[in-house]
C-alpha cells in the first residue's frame, strides 16, 4: 500500500519524531511539519500504516486553521505537500486545553468510579454514558510524560502559566469549539471533544500543532447519536481499537493490522475528509487507478520530495562526505568543489570507523531512510575501515576517495579501500574529481542525466574540433 512511514533528510535536522508527526527545521528557521500515516492506538505506533491518514489530519487541520484564524492566529505559513506543512516557529505551551461537550472516554469511566470532580470542574450526580453537558466545559491538562488533570488555580501556582493568560486560552477554546460544532451539525457530525495547542509568538497567543482532526477529537454521526446514545460510534480511529481489543494474543494487543482492516480504516479517514471538507483528498487515487503510473501522485514519497523541492526547502539529492579525521579536510574540501553549479545538498561529517564507529549507526538511519536520494564519500587512509562500515550499514552507494600525498602513499591507501569482505560494496575512485562525476553518476537523477550528457557532448565537440585544427596545419 502507498503510505508514508517515516520522513528523514540530511537537509533538514529532526527536531522531535512523535507517534505520528515528524517536526524538523527549515532552512528558514521556520518549522516543517511530516504527518506520516502512521498510526497510535494505546499508547504505541503499529507496524500497520494506513494509507492517506496523514494527508487527511494534514488537510483538515489546514481547512480548520483557516476557517477560525479570525477567532485566533495560528502557526500556518503554507500547506507544502498533502502530509507536509510549513509553519511559524512558535514557544509552545505545555498545557492542552480540552473541551468536552458530552460525559464519554476516560471523564465517562472517572464518572462511573465515583469522580465528580474533573480538572476543576464539578458535574451533578445522576448522569448517563454519552449524556451532553448544559454548556461545554474545559478540563486542563499536564502535557508532560505522562499528561494529567490538573485545575487552572493549580495550572497558575505550579507556574505553567499566568492567569490572564489561561483565562485567555479558555476563552479562545470554547469559541474555536463553537465555531467547530457548529460547522460540523450542517454536516451531520457531532463534535464531542476535541484537544487545543497554543503557544506564543512574539509573545502573542496563537494556535498551534492540529485542530478538529480525527486523532485529536472524538466524532459521532449525529444519525448514530440519535439512534441510540450510548451506543453512538466514534468515527475516527476507534474502529482499530476496537479490532485489536477483540483480537488480543495472550492478553496481548497486535502490532500489525490486517490489510483489510488497514484498508477500511483508511476509507473511514477519507470519508471523514469528504464530509468534512465536501471535497474529496485531492491525493487519494480512485481504487480502480491504484496502480496507474502518471505524475506520482499514487507515490507519496515521489510526490513530498517533488513538492519540497519546489517550495525550495530542499535540493532533489545530496551527497555527504565523510572523513575518519579533520586531518583529510582539505581532501575533501576538494571533492566538495566539484558539485559547485549542480544544485545538490553536499554536507561533510566526520567519524572514524575504529575511535567511534557507533556514531555511523546514527547517520545511517538518517541516509537509509533519507527521501532524497544520495550518495557517500568516503575519506580515510591507511586502514580504510569507513569505506567499509559505511558500505556495510547503508543502503545508497559509498565511494571511496583516499587522501594520498605521494604514489607510495597512494599504493598503501588503494590496498586497505580496495579489498573488501562481502557485503560491503564499497567503490574506490582516486582523483577527487572523478569521485565526484562518479558520485553525480550514482545519483541517478534525471536533470543530472541531462546535464552530463550535454557536458558529455561538450567534450565530444571540443575534441572533434581540436582535431579538426591539428588536422591541416
Given at each position: 500500500?502507498?503510505?508514508?512511514?517515516?520522513?528523514?533528510?540530511?537537509?533538514?535536522?529532526?527536531?522531535?519524531?512523535?507517534?505520528?508527526?515528524?517536526?524538523?527545521?527549515?532552512?528558514?528557521?521556520?518549522?516543517?511539519?511530516?504527518?506520516?500515516?502512521?498510526?497510535?492506538?494505546?499508547?504505541?505506533?503499529?507496524?500497520?500504516?494506513?494509507?492517506?491518514?496523514?494527508?487527511?489530519?494534514?488537510?483538515?487541520?489546514?481547512?480548520?486553521?483557516?476557517?477560525?484564524?479570525?477567532?485566533?492566529?495560528?502557526?500556518?505559513?503554507?500547506?507544502?505537500?498533502?502530509?507536509?506543512?510549513?509553519?511559524?516557529?512558535?514557544?509552545?505551551?505545555?498545557?492542552?486545553?480540552?473541551?468536552?461537550?458530552?460525559?464519554?472516554?476516560?471523564?465517562?469511566?472517572?464518572?462511573?468510579?465515583?469522580?465528580?470532580?474533573?480538572?476543576?470542574?464539578?458535574?451533578?450526580?445522576?448522569?448517563t454514558k454519552n449524556q451532553p453537558f448544559p454548556q461545554a466545559i474545559v478540563t486542563p491538562t499536564t502535557k508532560e510524560e505522562s499528561d494529567r488533570?490538573?485545575?487552572?488555580?493549580?495550572?497558575?501556582?505550579?507556574?505553567?502559566?499566568?492567569?490572564?493568560?489561561?483565562?485567555?486560552?479558555?476563552?479562545?477554546?470554547?469559541?474555536?469549539?463553537?465555531?467547530?460544532?457548529?460547522?460540523?451539525?450542517?454536516?451531520?457530525?457531532?463534535?464531542?471533544?476535541?484537544?487545543?495547542?497554543?503557544?506564543?509568538?512574539?509573545?502573542?497567543?496563537?494556535?498551534?500543532?492540529?485542530?478538529?482532526?480525527?486523532?485529536?477529537?472524538?466524532?459521532?454521526?449525529?444519525?448514530?447519536?440519535?439512534?441510540?446514545?450510548?451506543?453512538?460510534?466514534?468515527?475516527?480511529?476507534?474502529?482499530?481499537?476496537?479490532?485489536?481489543?477483540?483480537?488480543?494474543?495472550?492478553?496481548?494487543?497486535?502490532?500489525?493490522?490486517?490489510?483489510?482492516?488497514?484498508?477500511?480504516?483508511?476509507?473511514?479517514?477519507?470519508?471523514?475528509?469528504?464530509?468534512?471538507?465536501?471535497?474529496?483528498?485531492?491525493?487519494?487515487?480512485?481504487?480502480?487507478?491504484?496502480?496507474?503510473?502518471?505524475?506520482?501522485?499514487?507515490?507519496?514519497?515521489?510526490?513530498?520530495?517533488?513538492?519540497?523541492?519546489?517550495?525550495?526547502?530542499?535540493?532533489?539529492?545530496?551527497?555527504?562526505?565523510?572523513?575518519?579525521?579533520?586531518?583529510?579536510?582539505?581532501?575533501?574540501?576538494?571533492?566538495?568543489?566539484?558539485?559547485?553549479?549542480?544544485?545538490?545538498?553536499?554536507?561533510?561529517?566526520?567519524?572514524?570507523?575504529?575511535?567511534?564507529?557507533?556514531?555511523?549507526?546514527?547517520?545511517?538511519?538518517?541516509?537509509?531512510?533519507?527521501?532524497?536520494?544520495?550518495?557517500?564519500?568516503?575519506?580515510?587512509?591507511?586502514?580504510?575501515?569507513?569505506?567499509?562500515?559505511?558500505?556495510a550499514n547503508v543502503n545508497v552507494p559509498v565511494i571511496s576517495c583516499p587522501p594520498w600525498k605521494d604514489y607510495a602513499e597512494l599504493a598503501m591507501?588503494?590496498?586497505?579501500?580496495?579489498?573488501?569482505?562481502?557485503?560491503?560494496?564499497?567503490?574506490?575512485?582516486?582523483?577527487?574529481?572523478?569521485?565526484?562525476?562518479?558520485?553525480?553518476?550514482?545519483?541517478?537523477?534525471?536533470?543530472?542525466?541531462?546535464?552530463?550528457?550535454?557536458?558529455?557532448?561538450?567534450?565530444?565537440?571540443?575534441?572533434?574540433?581540436?582535431?579538426?585544427?591539428?588536422?591541416?596545419?
Amino acid at each position: 500500500m502507498n503510505t508514508l512511514t517515516h520522513f528523514a533528510s540530511p537537509q533538514l535536522p529532526l527536531l522531535h519524531r512523535g507517534k505520528v508527526r515528524d517536526s524538523l527545521r527549515a532552512p528558514s528557521g521556520d518549522r516543517l511539519i511530516i504527518v506520516t500515516d502512521r498510526l497510535s492506538a494505546f499508547d504505541s505506533v503499529l507496524e500497520t500504516a494506513i494509507p492517506h491518514k496523514g494527508a487527511v489530519l494534514n488537510g483538515l487541520a489546514n481547512f480548520w486553521f483557516d476557517k477560525t484564524q479570525h477567532i485566533i492566529p495560528n502557526h500556518v505559513i503554507k500547506l507544502v505537500d498533502a502530509n507536509a506543512m510549513l509553519v511559524k516557529e512558535a514557544e509552545p505551551i505545555k498545557v492542552e486545553m480540552i473541551v468536552r461537550q458530552y460525559l464519554t472516554g476516560s471523564m465517562w469511566r472517572g464518572y462511573q468510579a465515583g469522580q465528580r470532580t474533573f480538572s476543576g470542574v464539578t458535574v451533578p450526580d445522576g448522569l448517563t454514558k454519552n449524556q451532553p453537558f448544559p454548556q461545554a466545559i474545559v478540563t486542563p491538562t499536564t502535557k508532560e510524560e505522562s499528561d494529567r488533570e490538573i485545575t487552572p488555580d493549580n495550572l497558575v501556582s505550579e507556574g505553567w502559566v499566568s492567569k490572564e493568560l489561561y483565562d485567555q486560552m479558555a476563552v479562545k477554546s470554547l469559541m474555536l469549539f463553537a465555531v467547530g460544532s457548529r460547522l460540523l451539525a450542517e454536516k451531520g457530525i457531532i463534535l464531542v471533544d476535541t484537544k487545543y495547542e497554543f503557544g506564543l509568538l512574539n509573545g502573542q497567543l496563537i494556535l498551534i500543532d492540529e485542530m478538529h482532526t480525527p486523532d485529536s477529537s472524538r466524532f459521532w454521526s449525529a444519525e448514530d447519536y440519535a439512534r441510540n446514545p450510548e451506543t453512538a460510534e466514534q468515527m475516527d480511529k476507534e474502529y482499530v481499537r476496537q479490532w485489536l481489543i477483540a483480537n488480543k494474543k495472550d492478553g496481548q494487543y497486535l502490532r500489525a493490522l490486517t490489510p483489510e482492516v488497514a484498508q477500511e480504516a483508511s476509507r473511514r479517514y477519507l470519508d471523514i475528509y469528504e464530509r468534512i471538507t465536501g471535497e474529496a483528498l485531492p491525493t487519494a487515487e480512485p481504487a480502480a487507478h491504484a496502480d496507474r503510473p502518471g505524475s506520482g501522485r499514487q507515490d507519496a514519497r515521489a510526490r513530498l520530495l517533488a513538492n519540497l523541492v519546489q517550495a525550495g526547502l530542499v535540493k532533489d539529492a545530496w551527497v555527504n562526505i565523510v572523513m575518519g579525521s579533520p586531518a583529510d579536510k582539505e581532501h575533501c574540501e576538494k571533492i566538495r568543489q566539484q558539485f559547485e553549479g549542480y544544485g545538490i545538498f553536499t554536507q561533510m561529517r566526520v567519524t572514524s570507523a575504529h575511535k567511534n564507529g557507533e556514531e555511523i549507526a546514527g547517520m545511517a538511519d538518517i541516509w537509509n531512510n533519507s527521501i532524497e536520494p544520495g550518495v557517500i564519500i568516503a575519506v580515510a587512509g591507511l586502514s580504510n575501515g569507513l569505506g567499509g562500515a559505511l558500505a556495510a550499514n547503508v543502503n545508497v552507494p559509498v565511494i571511496s576517495c583516499p587522501p594520498w600525498k605521494d604514489y607510495a602513499e597512494l599504493a598503501m591507501n588503494l590496498n586497505s579501500s580496495v579489498i573488501m569482505p562481502s557485503g560491503t560494496p564499497n567503490l574506490t575512485v582516486v582523483r577527487p574529481d572523478n569521485a565526484a562525476q562518479a558520485a553525480l553518476r550514482a545519483l541517478n537523477v534525471p536533470r543530472l542525466r541531462e546535464r552530463l550528457n550535454q557536458e558529455i557532448k561538450a567534450t565530444k565537440a571540443k575534441l572533434r574540433a581540436a582535431d579538426a585544427e591539428l588536422r591541416v596545419l
